[in-house]
């Protein structure tokens, strides 16, 4: 079954302990979320969970700190989230702002959603991220904290969403036939530095159809 986009959503979140925003996910089969948290503070954990509807988020373990700012980028995952207009809460282990942004999709692994995960902090103008996937047909979804904008997605990736907040902040995502060593881009201006995640989603299996016999007449 070919992953196909769903929905997306971008928000600045004042400094508090919990988050909350509202997210709406289509009733499409297979389908699956991809939130990123942007946080500054560098390689401190200040997420302790993000959650949909009540269920946790697994954490894709592609968190990306750019140390000389304080940037930082991580990204989590979830298979087969409730459908219709549900929250997205993250909660924090101190209060600080975020970026929040999401992606939904159908179409996705709903065993083996995560296919890969790359990380990116430095200061570059091109920020690439580097994924390894293992199964032809994934596609890849990138988040990046660029404090120099404007920045531009790298074709032929889809840019989904930016927010404003000391640069930008992006969420994108890019389709892919053949399994191996790709990568997602996002360019920001010359100087500018950079959090970077990316992760992979595995395509899942052929739609689901209903068999219905015919009657043979003799």
Not at 42 to 64: E, H, M, P, Q, R
Not at 121 to 134: L, P
Not at 148 to 161: D, L, Q
Request: charged content about 10%.
């Amino acid at each position: 079954m070919a992953i196909a986009f769903d929905n997306s959503i971008s928000v600045n979140k004042t400094s508090a302990t919990t988050h909350t925003q509202s997210f709406t996910v289509g009733t499409g089969e297979n389908r699956g979320i991809v939130v990123g948290v942007a946080t500054f503070g560098g390689d401190s954990d200040f997420i302790s969970s993000v959650t949909y509807n009540g269920v946790t988020l697994t954490d894709a373990g592609a968190k990306a700190d750019e140390p000389l700012s304080g940037l930082s980028t991580q990204l989590f995952y979830l298979a087969n989230p409730a459908s219709g207009a549900n929250n997205i809460v993250v909660n924090m282990t101190t209060s600080k702002g975020v970026v929040i942004c999401a992606s939904s999709y159908e179409g996705v692994h709903q065993t083996e959603m995560l296919d890969g995960t790359g990380t990116l902090g430095a200061n570059v103008t091109t920020n690439t991220v580097s994924v390894t996937t293992a199964d032809d047909d994934s596609w890849l979804v990138g988040f990046w904290w660029i404090n120099k904008a404007p920045t531009t997605i790298v074709s032929p990736a889809t840019e989904r969403e930016t927010a404003t907040d000391s640069g930008e902040i992006v969420l994108g995502d890019k389709v892919t036939t053949t399994a191996g060593a790709l990568s997602i881009g996002c360019a920001g201006n010359s100087g500018g530095r950079t959090a970077g995640s990316a992760i992979g989603l595995a395509a899942g299996p052929p739609a689901s159809s209903t068999f219905v016999p015919t009657m043979q007449i003799i």
